[in-house]
């Protein structure tokens, strides 16, 4: 589980891209890119993840860097319901997941 | 999409006793994981469970826990004498056989001791 650092917070008006991002410099080789956020007290829920190809799914994009030591999340055009604390992540699936002080980011009406 | 879902979503006990919280991961996942989070703090890793054994489990995992797959499709929490700092929301996770794939949690029980 290689050390990240992200923001402590972000705001991001409505309807606008979020583009949150995170340093992962000492990910092993073989170690993929994790985001997941928690809104309020609800469950951590998954949004992506990449291991050095940008990805795109229904929620967000990640784009990783070449050398693989950060990443951004980006959601593409934000809601109130995005408002969260953002956790990004690097290390295997199935491995324990370590949730720090995050992102918190506020999307402002 | 499949989920993971987690029963019952608040429980109250009395200090001292036994509650068992319970969750139905997904069904083609084989790792399966409990994690709590206090009010207000962040979301602390217990158990992690594969091949109907623990894999890893942290400090706080300790004699008063313990966790049981008991059939093809559910996976238990127990905690033996709840202690008034066993408050806290509980969120069960699961994750499927390939290690490249992420964790998917339930909504979690919030368990209240007294």
């Known amino acids: 589980d290689a050390k990240t650092t992200q923001p402590t917070s972000m705001d991001c008006a409505e309807g606008r891209a979020a583009n949150l991002p995170c340093n992962h410099s000492t990910i092993s080789g073989n170690e993929y890119v994790y985001w997941y956020r928690q809104i309020h007290s609800q469950g951590p829920q998954y949004i992506i993840h990449g291991l050095k190809n940008n990805e795109t799914n229904e929620m967000a994009s990640l784009i990783i860097t070449e050398d693989r030591k950060s990443s951004t999340l980006i959601l593409p055009h934000a809601t109130l319901r995005d408002t969260a604390v953002y956790y990004c992540?690097?290390?295997?699936?199935?491995?324990?997941?370590?949730f720090g002080t995050g992102t918190r980011l506020t999307i402002i009406p | 999409e499949p989920e993971v879902t987690q029963t019952p979503s608040h429980q109250v006990t009395q200090m001292g006793q036994e509650v068992i919280l319970r969750c139905v991961p997904i069904?083609?996942?084989?790792?399966f994981y409990w994690y709590r989070q206090i009010l207000g703090q962040k979301v602390e890793f217990l158990v992690s469970f594969y091949n109907n054994e623990i894999s890893e489990k942290s400090e706080i995992f300790d004699d008063q826990f313990s966790v049981e797959r008991p059939d093809g499709s559910n996976f238990t929490l127990k905690i033996r004498s709840t202690k008034l700092e066993d408050s806290a929301m509980y969120f069960c996770?699961?994750?499927?056989?390939?290690?490249?794939?992420?964790?998917?949690f339930g909504d979690g029980t919030r368990l209240s001791i007294l």
């Open positions: 992540r690097s290390n295997f699936g199935n491995e324990k997941l370590t």
């Open positions: 069904s083609n996942h084989l790792y």
């Open positions: 996770a699961s994750s499927a056989i390939d290690s490249r794939k992420p964790q998917h």
